[in-house]
T-cell receptor, first 114, second 116 residues
Framework: SQKIEQNSEALNIQEGKTATLTCNYT??????LQWYRQDPGRGPVFLLL?????KEKRKERLKVTFDTTLKQSLFHITASQPADSATYLC?????????????FGAGTILRVKS | DGGITQSPKYLFRKEGQNVTLSCEQN?????MYWYRQDPGQGLRLIYY???????QKGDIAEGYSVSREKKESFPLTVTSAQKNPTAFYLC???????????????FGEGSRLTVL
């Protein structure tokens, strides 16, 4: 069966450290993988997208890697800050009969302590 | 500012009642989506629409209905047939223009429905 798995346990790190979040998938062949940030009681906000032929993508303090052999994406936040505390969702783009569909993982909670 | 507006933010419903959640966007996006979010689970697709007057069932459409009479609006009705409607509902939109294949979604702030 198709699955997207993110760490169900919250990740607690100290301010200034690098946070690394994992997204693993099985039985998908996504053309794109996306990461979103979600704050409590709010809608997700798009952060980064990486294509299947890209190994790494960066945006300011964020870095995403995509290994289609391992079927895994890693999401890094360098020099983390308490304001980075949120739930981070990964999503795969798959094809539907009409348009495209994003399939989401359950998300990982990140807590950055000062 | 362009964006997606969902209302109401919080809604309480008695068993057996239908309720309608509103979703309006002014991003000029063709595609709109409804997702449901439950604790510990990924967002699950309820319905989606690529163009006006057309919509398709997602993975968990049973007990829900939608309409797409205007490009800007995509209301979701949670019917009494939905067995477990208490959840956080998210509306989203995306462009179907040239960046379409990337599938980036723009989400509203969500509506939390509680069945009493």
């Amino acid at each position: 069966s198709q699955k997207i798995e993110q760490n169900s346990e919250a990740l607690n790190i100290q301010e200034g450290k690098t946070a690394t979040l994992t997204c693993n998938y099985t039985n998908y062949s996504p053309a794109y993988l996306q990461w979103y940030r979600q704050d409590p009681g709010r809608g997700p906000v798009f952060l980064l997208l990486i294509r299947e032929n890209e190994k790494e993508k960066r945006k300011e303090r964020l870095k995403v890697t995509f290994d289609t052999t391992l079927k895994q994406s890693l999401f890094h936040i360098t020099a983390s800050q308490p304001a980075d505390s949120a739930t981070y969702l990964c999503a795969l783009l798959t094809n539907m009969e009409y348009g495209n569909k994003l399939v989401f993982g359950a998300g990982t909670i990140l807590r950055v302590k000062s | 500012d362009g964006g997606i507006t969902q209302s109401p933010k919080y809604l309480f419903r008695k068993e057996g009642q239908n309720v309608t959640l509103s979703c309006e966007q002014n991003l000029n996006h063709d595609a709109m989506y409804w997702y449901r979010q439950d604790p510990g689970q990924g967002l699950r697709l309820i319905y989606y629409s690529q163009i006006v007057n057309d919509f398709q069932k997602g993975d968990i459409a049973e007990g829900y209905s939608v309409s797409r009479e205007k490009k800007e609006s995509f209301p979701l009705t949670v019917t009494s047939a939905q067995k477990n409607p208490t959840a956080f509902y998210l509306c989203a939109s995306s462009t179907t223009g040239p960046p379409r294949r990337t599938g980036e979604l723009f989400f509203g702030e969500g509506s939390r429905l509680t069945v009493l």
